[in-house]
C-alpha cells in the first residue's frame, strides 16, 4: 500500500467550481504540503502545515484554501476554480527533525483541469 | 532573492556518465536535494548534501561546493531507466527550512 495517497487521481471542472483534493499519509510524519507544477517550471509550494494546528501559507496560496484534519489527513481547497490553476498537484510529508536530511514523500499527483 | 537553475534537457547514451549541474543563490541555505521524477509521476528522493563534498550512493553520486553555490548530480553506468527529469531543491532557512525548487533537468537516454 502507498504511504502517501491523493484523491482524486484526475479530475475536469469547470471555471467558478469548488474543488477539494484530498491527501492521507501513514508515514506518521507530522509535516505534510501542498505543492503545484507546471511545465517548465519548478514545484511551487502552495500550503504546508507542521502539524494539526500549525498551518502556513506557502508561495502561491492565492486562491486556495487548506484544512488540516488530523495528523495524516491534509486538503486543498479550490474555492473558485480558475484556468490558470490546472496544473499537476502534490501532497507530500516530512519527518519533523530539521538537522538531518528529511526528504519529502510525495503522493501520487493529482491532474486538475479547469475548463 | 532566491533562484536555482538547471539545464532543461540533456542527453546521454546508454552506459555512459552523465553529470547534471544545478547553482544556487538563497540566503540561508540548509541543505541541497536531488530527486528524479519519471513523466507524470510522483518525484523520488536520490541524495542529500549538506557539506562540501562528494555523496556516493550507488551509480549516482552528488557534489555540493558552499561557496561557489554550485552542486552536480553523477549517474554512471547510464541505463534506459535512468530516464527521467532530475530535480534539484534547497533548503532555506529564511523560509522557514521549506524547499526552493529548480524547475529539473530532463535527461534522455538513447541506445
Known amino acids: 500500500d502507498a504511504d502517501v495517497t491523493q484523491t482524486p487521481r484526475n479530475r475536469i471542472t469547470k471555471t467558478g467550481k469548488r474543488i477539494m483534493l484530498e491527501c492521507s499519509q501513514t508515514k506518521g510524519h507530522d509535516r505534510m504540503y501542498w505543492y503545484r507544477q507546471d511545465p517548465g517550471l519548478g514545484l511551487r509550494l502552495i500550503y504546508y502545515s507542521f502539524d494539526v494546528k500549525d498551518i502556513n501559507k506557502g508561495e502561491i496560496s492565492d486562491g486556495y484554501s487548506v484544512s488540516r484534519q488530523a495528523q495524516a489527513k491534509f486538503s486543498l481547497s479550490l474555492e473558485s476554480a480558475i484556468p490558470n490553476q490546472t496544473a499537476l498537484y502534490f501532497c507530500?510529508?516530512?519527518?519533523?527533525?530539521?538537522?538531518?536530511?528529511?526528504?519529502?514523500?510525495f503522493g501520487p499527483g493529482t491532474r486538475l483541469t479547469v475548463l | 532573492g532566491q533562484n536555482i537553475d538547471q539545464p532543461t534537457e540533456m542527453t546521454a547514451t546508454e552506459g555512459a556518465i552523465v553529470q547534471i549541474n544545478c547553482t544556487y543563490q538563497?540566503?540561508?541555505?540548509?541543505?541541497l536535494f536531488w530527486y528524479q521524477q519519471h513523466a507524470g509521476e510522483a518525484p523520488t528522493f536520490l541524495s542529500y548534501n549538506v557539506l562540501d563534498g562528494l555523496e556516493e550512493k550507488g551509480r549516482f553520486s552528488s557534489f555540493l561546493s558552499r561557496s561557489k553555490g554550485y552542486s552536480y548530480l553523477l549517474l554512471k553506468e547510464l541505463q534506459m531507466k535512468d530516464s527521467a527529469s532530475y530535480l534539484c531543491a534547497v533548503r532555506d532557512r529564511t523560509s522557514n527550512y521549506q524547499l526552493i525548487w529548480g524547475a529539473g533537468t530532463k535527461l534522455i537516454i538513447k541506445p
Open positions: 538563497t540566503s540561508g541555505f540548509n541543505g
Open positions: 507530500a510529508t516530512s519527518d519533523l527533525e530539521q538537522g538531518v536530511g528529511n526528504e519529502q514523500f
